[in-house]
């Protein structure tokens, strides 16, 4: 006797046309080998009627045959024969819509009504418009995405490495405001390991997100997540911002975690010891006294005895002279694996 306990649905063939009903009468079918009508309408809950007509709906669509017996019995086709030929249809699709591209794009060059044309500036209040366009940068990204993260986080994960084509290059200059953020630190260095590259200032003018030079994104209102949000596009004004960029990016302090999430240094001077140069990163990002100790392990006693150390190996006599002195003299030559333009630390 079959089961007839509502099977848990899931929504996973959705983008290939296969609506909720029709999915759970495949796994059903799948799950049983092979039923008839009033087995998937005891299975669903069903009406017989409404039970036929999903199973016309799924037969349609290649999900599933049916015997020449009466009553018919329906037979699941294998999925790697069903859903390969659906994901090949729908592909093949989606390529015959982008021949018409170049159509489209020709079609609003010989525009001749200018209000029509694309502002390189534009202001976007509308919450919703504005998530259909991070949605849409996200998808689009070519080869290099970078920006400034402040406190407070207004576009959380809009980066995901994993959805990136490989070969894209995600760079990020926090600053200390947001390294002090719940799970910040935690986040960068997930991020750091998917391939992000990241480095910390001490205090970042704006907050902003450019996508492949070609549009930029930035918050007018940088504590307001509804507020306006400035739209950027390819223009001197955008150049403007991705020389800014490069230029903290060089007088940024580089980051690195070790594989077991502890900071890793570059190579440390020999008159510093371990122990004491583990904490130079964290000084040169601006991180308070708890912060480190937190991280690090220690007690902020042992935190202060292992400051004093390094103070006295790099003479000088502030927190910030310190962080910075380190820093330089920990990267000298910059980060290994990275090239010597993106990857080193200038003296100012």
């Known amino acids: 006797m079959m089961n007839t306990s509502h099977p848990k649905l899931s929504r996973s063939l959705e983008p290939l046309g296969i609506d909720e009903m029709e999915e759970g009468a495949y796994r059903a079918l799948l799950a049983h080998r092979m039923a008839t009508v009033e087995d998937i309408a005891g299975m669903l809950s069903l009406s017989l009627r409404k039970a036929q007509r999903i199973l016309d709906g799924i037969e349609s669509k290649g999900l ?7 009553p018919r019995r329906y037979i699941a086709t294998p ?4 859903i390969e030929a659906l994901v090949s249809q729908r592909q093949s699709t989606l390529e015959r819509v982008r021949l018409t591209i170049p159509e489209l794009r020709e079609q609003a060059s010989n525009s001749t009504n200018s209000h029509n044309r694309e502002q390189i500036v534009e202001v976007i209040s509308n919450r919703a418009a504005l998530g259909q366009i991070l949605s849409q940068l996200r998808q689009t990204i070519q080869s290099e995405a970078f920006g400034f993260q402040c406190a407070p986080l207004l576009y ?23 390294l002090e953020l719940p799970d910040a630190l935690e986040t960068l260095r997930h991020d750091m390991q998917m391939g992000e590259e990241a480095r910390v200032f001490p205090i970042l003018p704006i907050k902003m997100f ?17 507020g306006p949000t400035l739209l950027v596009r390819a223009s001197s004004l955008l150049d403007a911002l991705c020389s800014l960029f490069e230029l903290v990016w060089e007088r940024a302090t580089p980051i690195t975690f070790t594989r077991n999430g502890g900071p890793e240094m570059g190579n440390s001077a020999p008159r510093v010891s371990q122990s004491a140069a583990e904490l130079i990163p964290l000084l040169a990002s601006g991180f308070n006294d708890k912060a480190i100790a937190h991280e690090v392990g220690i007690s902020e006693a042992t935190l202060t005895r292992r400051v004093a150390e390094l103070m006295k190996c790099f003479n000088t006599r502030t927190r910030f002279q310190l962080g910075w002195q380190a820093a330089l003299d920990a990267y000298p030559h910059g980060l290994q694996g990275k090239s010597a333009q993106d990857s080193r630390v200038r003296r100012t």
């Open 210 to 226: 450019v996508v492949d030079r070609r549009i930029g994104v930035i918050p007018l209102n940088t504590g307001d997540q509804g």
């Open 156 to 178: 959380p994960g809009l980066i995901n490495k994993q959805e990136m084509r490989p070969g894209v290059r995600i760079r990020s200059i926090s600053d200390t405001g947001y």
């Open 79 to 82: 999925p790697e024969l069903a």
């Open 64 to 70: 599933a045959t049916h015997s020449p017996e009466r």
